[in-house]
């Protein structure tokens, strides 16, 4: 069955560094989604992606935010300098059509020290 | 805006015990969906179910039913002889049908179940 796979599972960063993150969609899915859970907290929209612009972003998402489909199958985030704040469960999700059911990855534990 | 709210944020069971975990929506659409997503110890996201606001029939899938209720902006979720492997947060969501389809959480509901 297909999926949606993220990788690093972990990443540990220092304050002030850039990190990517990155998933593979499933691979006929179109449009795509990145969410951050902070520990404890509930799933926080980020940003969804379609046609190769951001279609519909959260206030979260501010300009220490990107997103990137750098080729056909890969799907990023970017987060230029990272903050204490920063340090979170990031998903990555993707659905065929907006109107299905979005599948989220295994997530990237990110944290920032 | 539209917003879930899971009132329980803790529930303990005994195994085989069933249990019903609360979920309320608001939204100012008239049409959406509601979800329902499993996050085992393990940490990924797992879907269970969507409904779309047109079907309000009750549906069953093994263990699991859930009770959609429109009049009372309710999407409740049943596990029936609960195992220690239900164990997880449970997450109820809701998206509008319009624009791209960003999916609200509520907070999760950790259940616990106890052998």
Known sequence: EPEVTQTPSHQVTQMGQEVILRCVPISNHLYFYWYRQILGQKVEFLVSFYNNEISEKSEIFDDQFSVERPDGSNFTLKIRSTKLEDSAMYFCASSGDRQETQYFGPGTRLLVL | ?115
């Open chain 2, 1 to 115: 805006a539209q917003k879930v709210t899971q009132a329980q944020t803790e529930i303990s069971v005994v195994e085989k015990e069933d249990v019903t975990l609360d979920c309320v929506y608001e939204t100012r659409d008239t049409t959406y969906y509601l979800f329902w997503y499993k996050q085992p110890p393990s940490g990924e996201l797992v879907f269970l179910i969507r409904r779309n606001s047109f079907d309000e029939q009750n549906e069953i899938s093994g263990r699991y039913s859930w009770n959609f209720q429109k009049s009372t902006s309710s999407f409740n979720f049943t596990i029936t002889a609960s195992q220690v492997v239900d164990s997880a947060v449970y997450f109820c969501a809701l998206s509008e049908l319009g624009g791209y389809q960003k999916v609200t959480f509520g907070i999760g509901t950790k259940l616990q179940v106890i052998p």
